[in-house]
């Protein structure tokens, strides 16, 4: 599948447009709060507002109506490899095709800035693989298991699940 065939769901709230764009200084704070109250459910790790300000090029939100509603960043992992990471939508704008939209952003911009392979670690594998994402071995990525799985508590019994999608690959 390619990214172009990837499943978008209809925007919410009838007219209402949604917005994928660079962060800026003024978004750190709803940023940071999106971020935290994930990670606080579990899904995601937590992040300083500081090291969001200082990876603030590697973001995208998703905005509607002046309303920070989702978000995600690219991680370098290694000189051809980067990492979705910090990926959320506010619950309330769920299953609308948001978190696609944030997605295939940042594969469009990781293919931008010329790198081979996109991957993520997630509990949320249907959502990757209906974007054009497949499933691989974890093991594939040791840049990833020594820098996070190392210090995490969860290590041997990790419940996600390594997808990835090659960009080269990928028809636009
Ligand atoms: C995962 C997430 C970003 C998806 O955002 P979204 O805007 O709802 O995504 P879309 O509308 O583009 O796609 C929704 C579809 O993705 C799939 N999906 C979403 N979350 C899923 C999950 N946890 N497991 C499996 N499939 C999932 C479903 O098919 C869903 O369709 P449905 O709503 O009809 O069931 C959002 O659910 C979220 O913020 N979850 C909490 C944080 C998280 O788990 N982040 C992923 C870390 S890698």
């Not at 509603?69 to 959320?88: D, F, T, Y």
């Amino acid at each position: 599948m390619s990214i172009r065939d990837a499943q978008v769901g209809t925007a919410p709230r009838s007219a209402n447009v949604i917005t994928i764009r660079p962060p800026h200084e003024g978004d750190l704070a709803a940023l940071t709060a999106i971020v935290n109250e994930n990670a606080r459910a579990g899904h995601l790790l937590p992040r300083s507002e500081a090291s969001i300000r200082a990876s603030l090029p590697d973001w995208l939100i998703a905005e509607i109506d002046g309303v920070l509603v989702g978000c995600g960043s690219l991680l370098l992992m290694g000189p051809q490899l980067v990492e979705v990471r910090s990926l959320a939508v506010l619950p309330a704008y769920r299953s609308y095709g948001i978190g696609a939209k944030i997605v295939m952003a940042l594969v469009e911009e990781a293919r931008r800035r010329g790198y081979a392979t996109v991957f993520a670690l997630t509990r949320a594998v249907a959502f990757f693989l209906k974007l054009g994402f497949a499933l691989t071995n974890k093991e594939r990525f040791p840049e990833k298991v020594w820098r996070d799985c190392a210090i995490c508590p969860l290590q041997t019994r990790c419940d996600e699940t390594a997808v990835v999608i090659e960009l080269d690959r990928v028809t636009r």
